[in-house]
């Protein structure tokens, strides 16, 4: 399974765009990569998922590069409440006994 | 529409003691799944199912059994705690093959205490 790299942590100022980045070179062509946060000590919950094409839904923006390497959520205008750990995982579709969780990106959203 | 619901919220236990830990889903999802999360850390996998009266091991079924005897219930447990099992116990369900691949819903999570 292809694993993904992310950085630790990140800030961003409310309002602004959040772009948060995910490495996974190693992904296969049968994989897609996913995209969960974690608000807190809540449940993790699911923001958006896409194979090739760039995916835009009513949360955020998912824009994956041509190589498929590597991929960016795009929270255009973030807010306070966006704060949150945000994890990239890659899995083959339907293949639902994959789904690893690594330690994703803590995001700081500031007045 | 609860979605997936947990019982316990939180609970603390005595070493060696046992416990039960219950998921219901009510959104007719075929695949059901218990992770645990330890501080500062991602979610790892315990045991998951892939429809009623089935089971799997995850990445880290060690000290853990479940059930799942009907389709809305997975049920996790704990038949002698350790304190290394101290951990927030989270649940998950999604539909599955040819259904809508939405990803996970999960429930808030319990939290579980072993001294």
């Known amino acids: 399974d292809a694993k993904t790299t992310q950085p630790p942590s990140m800030d961003c100022a409310e309002g602004r765009a959040a772009n948060l980045p995910c490495n996974h070179s190693?992904?296969?062509?049968?994989?897609?990569v996913y995209w969960y946060r974690q608000i807190h000590s809540q449940g993790p919950q699911y923001i958006i998922h896409g194979l090739k094409n760039n995916e835009t839904n009513e949360m955020a923006s998912l824009i994956i590069t041509e190589d498929r390497k590597s991929s960016t959520l795009i929270l255009p205008h973030a807010t306070l409440r966006d704060t949150a750990v945000y994890y990239c995982i890659v899995r083959p579709r339907y293949n639902f006994n994959k789904f690893y969780f690594g330690s994703g990106t803590k995001l700081n959203v500031k007045p | 529409n609860a979605g997936v619901t947990q019982t316990p919220k939180f609970r603390v236990l005595k070493t060696g003691q046992s416990m039960t830990l219950l998921c219901a889903q009510d959104m007719n999802h075929e695949y059901m799944y218990w992770y645990r999360q330890d501080p500062g850390m991602g979610l790892r996998l315990i045991h998951y199912s892939v429809g009623e009266g089935t089971t799997a091991k995850g990445e880290v079924p060690d000290g853990y059994n479940v059930s799942r005897l009907k389709k809305q219930n997975f049920l996790l447990g704990l038949e002698s705690a350790a304190p290394s099992q101290t951990s927030v116990y989270f649940c998950?369900?999604?539909f599955g093959l040819g259904g809508s691949d939405y990803g996970y819903t999960f429930g808030s999570g319990t939290r579980l205490t072993v001294v």
């Open positions: 190693t992904i296969s062509g049968n994989e897609y």
């Open positions: 998950a369900s999604t």
